[in-house]
């Protein structure tokens, strides 16, 4: 009987295994990689999809109140008379105003005005409004977050003469109010946000 030839093993040796493992390792380097890319940018999309969003819904918000401008004077928490459009208030209240155009979906016995006012402070853009226009001293503001990450915050008053001022009302030659000679036109808003920059807006005011 003729004997039967010797079969070799089957199998890898070490050489082998080690080559194998190496090309897995620079495999894995380079999905995960790629992965983590992709993780990283659909990150940042939803950051920044989040970031327009608070933007547009702030613009929204400043649209509606400097649009619906009404010109009701109120008094304030000192019984002073306070013209319907405040500027340079201090406590960072860069602009206070009156507008219309209040919701009041329950059908409640209160004004359709509003007392309004915003204001920049650590950064931060805030809205103000009270509960009734002519307040008290124990009469506190609601406040609300519109904007993070602001550098600064300006507006100017446009007049029917086409003439810009940084006050309303603006001051005449004898540093006398011509509040009420001069009727307002539009207003600028400009905000500059430290990742977009500047933005600037022109609202048309009914004021």
């Known amino acids: 009987m003729t004997p039967l030839a010797r079969q070799n093993p ?3 040796t070490l ?20 992965l983590r890319n992709v993780i990283d940018n659909s990150q ?25 401008l009404s010109q009701r004077s109120i008094r304030d928490e000192y019984g002073n008379t306070s013209n319907y459009i405040l500027t340079g208030q201090g406590d960072d209240i860069f602009i206070e105003f009156t507008r219309g155009g209040r919701r009041n979906p329950a059908e409640m016995l209160r004004s359709h005005l509003q007392r309004v006012a915003y204001k920049l402070e650590e950064n931060t853009l805030s809205r103000l409004h009270w509960p009734q226009l002519d307040r008290t001293q124990e009469m506190l503001p609601y406040e609300s977050v519109l904007l993070e990450e602001v550098e600064s915050a300006g507006i100017r008053f446009l007049d ?11 001051l005449s030659a004898t540093g006398q109010s011509d509040g009420n000679t001069v009727a307002l036109s539009a207003i600028e ?14 609202f048309m005011v009914s004021g």
């Open 44 to 68: 940042q999309t939803e950051i920044a999809m989040q970031r327009l969003q608070q933007v547009q819904l702030a613009m929204l918000k400043i649209s509606r109140d400097l649009t619906q």
């Open 189 to 202: 808003f400009t905000v500059t946000l430290q990742d977009w920059g500047e933005l600037v807006r022109i």
């Open 10 to 12: 089957h199998g890898f």
């Open 15 to 34: 050489l082998e295994l080690l080559v194998a493992v190496a090309i897995f390792a620079v495999l894995s380097a380079m999905a995960y990689g790629g």
């Open 160 to 170: 029917i003469n086409n003439e810009w001022h940084d006050e309303w009302p603006p």
